[in-house]
C-alpha cells in the first residue's frame, strides 16, 4: 500500500463508540478475600449470570494471569504490588474496551486496590469483600498456603504466601 | 453470604461462550514497521472498517500501553523486549475473550513477534508490516525520532530509539 493512499482519519473508536456497539456499560468487579474464601467461585457465578444475560464480560484470575502476563513477577513486597499494579492496568484496558471484567486475587493490601480504583472513572470499581471466616479457609486450604503457613512457623520464617492478617482486607 | 450457599460449578464461562456471544471470531492483527510508516494510522482505519460492521474490537498502541500497563518499563533492549511480551499477553486475553485485537507497535525483532504469535492458537496471529520507505518515514518523522537519531551520529551514541535497520523487519 502506497503512503499517498492512507488518508489520515483524526477520529478513532471511541469507548463510547464501543459501549455503543456492545449494548452495555462496562465495570470492574473486583472480588478480594483470603485463600480459600471463594473468590474465584462467586466470581464464576457471578459471570455466568451476567453471561446468560446477555452481558459481554471476561474474568482475570490466577490461571490466566500468573502464567502468562505475571509469570515473571515473584512473591516479594515489590512482586506482589507490581503484580495487582499489572491486572488493574489489564482491567482498565478491558474497561476502556467496553467489557465488563470480573478479577480474583488475595489483594490484601487496600493501598493496592485504592490504586487501581483511581485508575478508573468515579463508580465503575466495585471491591467485593468475600468475607469467609479464617477458620473456614484454614478448613478448605484449597492451595495448602495454610499448611506451608504452619509449617513454616516453625521455622519462624518471615516470608509467607498468605496476607498476614485478614485486617487489611477490610474497610 | 454465607460459604455454605455456594454451590460450586465446575463450568465457567469458555472462550467459545464468549465467542458465540459476540458472534465473532477472536483474531490479532499485529502491524509492525518503521516508526513514521503509518502503523497507527492503519491500524485505526482497519478498526474503523471493522467497527461500523459490528465486528468488537480493540486497539492497543502507545497511547494506552506506554503509559499504563508498560510505564515502569525503560528503552533498554531487555526493555524492549519486555514491553512486547507484555503486550502479547494482554492481546493473548482479549482474544480469549473475543475481541478483535488491533496492535501497533514498531516491534523491530521477528524473535519477539513470533514469540507472540506462539502464545496463540494457529491462524489467530496476522502480521502486517507497513512496508513504507525509509525516507518517507524520516520526511514525516512524526515523533522526531530520526532528527533525534541522526544528532546522536554526531556523538557517536551507541543507543538509539530507532531500529538499527528495517532489515529485521521484512521476513
Not at 158 to 165: C, D, H, I, V
Request: net charge positive; aromatic share 8%; charged share 30%.
Amino acid at each position: 500500500m502506497k503512503s499517498s493512499h492512507i488518508v489520515r482519519q483524526q477520529y478513532k473508536i471511541t469507548r463510547d463508540d464501543r459501549q455503543t456497539l456492545l449494548q452495555q456499560k462496562p465495570l470492574l468487579l473486583w472480588f478480594t478475600g483470603l485463600s480459600g474464601s471463594g473468590k474465584s467461585t462467586l466470581a464464576d457465578r457471578v459471570e455466568q449470570e451476567l453471561h446468560v444475560k446477555g452481558y459481554k464480560t471476561y474474568l482475570l484470575d490466577g490461571d490466566n494471569i500468573r502464567h502468562g502476563l505475571n509469570s515473571n513477577i515473584d512473591f516479594s513486597e515489590e512482586g506482589r504490588k507490581e503484580n495487582i499494579r499489572r491486572i488493574g492496568e489489564v482491567a482498565r484496558l478491558f474497561i476502556d474496551a467496553g467489557i465488563i471484567v470480573l478479577t480474583a486475587f488475595i489483594s490484601p493490601f487496600k493501598e493496592d486496590r485504592d490504586r487501581v480504583r483511581q485508575l478508573l472513572p468515579e463508580g465503575e470499581f466495585t471491591e467485593i469483600f468475600v468475607d469467609c471466616p479464617l477458620e473456614v479457609c484454614e478448613q478448605r486450604d484449597v492451595k495448602g498456603l495454610y499448611a506451608k503457613h504452619a509449617a513454616e512457623k516453625f521455622r519462624t520464617s518471615p516470608a509467607s504466601p498468605l496476607p498476614s492478617k485478614p485486617r487489611n482486607m477490610q474497610k
